[in-house]
């Protein structure tokens, strides 16, 4: 008989505690079948993770949980989900469920048509615009074409019309003497003022040149990936590192594991971070099966 159970690893009174399946018979920390998540109760909120849907798959199978097991699987929401996996869903979309993913999930062949439909799409739009935009082009030449005549007609109107001579202005009759001599003084105390005007240097003053400020750099955003599925990441540590800039697989596979440890250790959490950037590097990349066959061998993040 199969047996869900909590397996021991880690040092002397730092316990880490992998859940894994195996026979009945074997001992407690010996070999097992298969790791369906770990448990950590060293670090405050105690952190757990089970992979939903191969925990419903040995629960439906006849796998028998431990107490310390169950009470983990009932808190997860496992055995509510195993209800509904016996009443008749699928096992799929139950995991999926859990995990927040699409189900069914799209395969690439749909994913590619997709793209193609769409592309078709902006192909028809395009051709439905070209007789619209070719019919405003001809109205407007239309247009043009009507409006071309009367302007023509105005212009000969206008060079055939005679040119009207303007009648001479009568001459002004000459100013008495006492007016002269009147405004004799006044002209020269004119010229006089004009004179000072233009011989006042003229200082110009220097322009300050406007700097026109740099448009700032635009802010690239990222989505951010779900750290704690690195084994050893719980919850308060992916935290930690989201308030340390560190939201995505890619940020922690660049990460080294001195910066990682130090931003730990400002949180207040006891964790062994070295193996977080290679787990880092696989899930970047999408093998995820690779990095299933790594987590397998490690021992609550550290290389056993």
Same mark, same amino acid.
């Given at each position: ?125 395009? #051709?439905? @615009? +070209? =007789? &619209?935009?070719?019919? *405003? /082009?001809? !109205?407007?030449?239309?247009? $043009? %074409? ?34 002269? #001599?009147? @405004? +004799? =003084? &006044?002209?020269?105390? *004119? /010229?006089? !003022?004009?004179?000072?005007? $233009? %011989? ?37 540590? +992916? ?13 922690? %596979? ?51």
């Amino acid at each position: 008989m199969l047996k869900i159970r909590l397996a021991r690893r880690g040092k002397k009174r730092q316990p880490f505690y992998r859940v894994v399946v195996a026979e009945a018979a074997s001992k407690r920390d010996g070999r097992y079948v298969e790791q369906i998540g770990y448990y950590n109760p060293m670090v405050d909120p105690i952190e757990y993770k089970l992979k939903e849907d191969r925990a419903l798959h040995w629960l439906s199978v006849g796998a028998q949980p431990t107490e310390a097991a169950e009470r983990l699987l009932k808190k997860q929401g496992t055995y509510d989900r195993l209800a509904r996996l016996r009443a008749g869903e699928e096992l799929g979309a139950l995991a999926a469920e859990f995990n927040g993913e699409p189900w069914p999930p799209i395969s690439e062949e749909e994913k590619q048509a997709a793209a193609e439909e769409a592309v078709k799409e902006e192909a028809e739009k395009t #051709e439905e @615009a +070209a =007789p &619209v935009a070719e019919t *405003v /082009v001809e !109205e407007a030449i239309e247009e $043009v %074409a009507e409006e071309a005549p009367v302007e023509a007609v105005a212009e000969e109107v206008v060079e055939e019309a005679p040119a009207v001579e303007p009648e001479p202005e009568p001459q002004p009759e000459p100013v008495a003497e006492v007016v002269e #001599e009147v @405004a +004799a =003084p &006044v002209v020269e105390e *004119v /010229v006089e !003022e004009e004179a000072a005007v $233009v %011989a006042a240097p003229v200082i110009e003053e220097p322009v300050a040149e406007v700097v026109e400020p740099e448009p700032a750099p635009e802010s690239v955003s990222v989505a951010a990936d779900d750290l704690t599925r690195i084994e050893g990441i719980g919850p308060k540590i +992916a935290e930690a590192l989201h308030a340390a800039g560190i939201s995505s697989f890619l940020d922690l %596979a660049g990460s080294t594991s001195s910066g990682l440890r130090t931003i730990v250790q400002d949180a207040g959490i006891s964790a062994v971070v070295d193996t977080w950037p290679t787990q880092s590097t696989l899930a970047a990349a999408g093998d995820w099966d690779e990095l299933t066959a790594l987590q397998d061998k490690l021992d609550g993040g550290r290389a056993a």
